[in-house]
């Protein structure tokens, strides 16, 4: 799935292209995605003027001068294509600019989404509304994860993925940032001290910032709207590979817990 990096990477992409454009065109080319598109779309949005892009959590925002919000979830295999080609069968919405310019936004699994909202209201957007800071913003703190974490005796690593404690951290880069901070990722997470937290918060925001510059991973169907493949993950430290050596010379690990995979090495993380 698409996490924050993607969705930023893609968000920086489509500026670019879209950004000041008056929409001479919005087909959405199937009624539902993981949801019901919604019906008013092309209506709302056909001669409308681009006025800003940007991102919440997963999600990314394309604000209009009609004063609508188009916010697009990539679910699990989303992307959006620039100038494509040719259409295909999983081209789920075309814009076409005054510029001449084309978006398609493919999602053969279908799990994306596409809500239109006023942009006055995007803050009362239901799955907004619990979200927790940007890692990547002011409000995320090692004094707000003490909070968050205070007598809490779960592992340090599903309560990341809440997003309720922090917007738009996925598997990945959890698992990347805890190596980074040296936190084992089963540590319960009320044990863990300020300066660790320091370590951690820290460590998020460099892992992050680095999978942007390298434009997100590739893996099984992401690809950034100018088609190039995201490199980070050839930078990965410990995720995807278990048995491989650590920098410390001792073999990656993994676990499964909850369905999902943790990568970690027992001697760098305590």
């Not at 995720?239 to 690990?253: F, I, K, M, N, S």
Request: charged share 25%.
């Amino acid at each position: 799935m698409p996490e924050l990096p993607e969705v930023e990477t893609t968000v920086r992409g489509l500026r670019p292209v879209i950004e000041g454009q008056r929409l001479t065109n919005v087909e959405p080319r199937r009624a539902d995605l993981r949801r019901a598109i919604p019906a008013d779309l092309r209506q709302r949005l056909t001669g409308a003027t681009v006025t800003a892009l940007s991102r919440r959590a997963k999600y990314g925002l394309i604000d209009t001068d009609r004063g609508d919000t188009l916010i697009f979830h990539l679910g699990m295999s989303g992307r959006w294509r620039i100038d494509p080609a040719e259409i295909g069968r999983h081209d789920h919405l075309l814009i076409d600019t005054e510029a001449g310019r084309r978006l398609a936004l493919t999602d053969p699994r279908r799990f994306g989404s596409l809500d239109l909202v006023e942009t006055a209201a995007v803050a009362d957007f239901p799955a907004f509304r619990v979200l927790g800071p940007e890692p990547l913003g002011p409000h995320f703190t090692a004094a707000h994860l003490k909070r968050a974490f205070a007598n809490r005796v779960a592992p340090v690593k599903p309560l990341l993925l809440d997003q309720r404690i922090v917007a738009g951290l996925g598997n990945i880069y959890v698992c990347e940032a805890l190596h980074v901070a040296r936190i084992d990722p089963a540590k319960p997470a009320g044990s863990i001290g300020r300066a660790p937290l320091a370590r951690l918060v820290e460590a998020v925001r460099l892992v992050l910032e680095a999978a942007i510059t390298a434009g997100g991973s590739t893996l099984r169907d992401y690809a950034r709207p100018d088609g190039e493949l995201g490199y980070f993950s050839k930078q990965f430290l410990v995720y995807g590979r278990e048995g491989d050596a650590c920098a410390c010379g001792r073999p990656v690990l993994r676990r499964v817990e909850g369905g999902r995979s943790t990568f970690y090495c027992a001697r760098c993380q305590r």
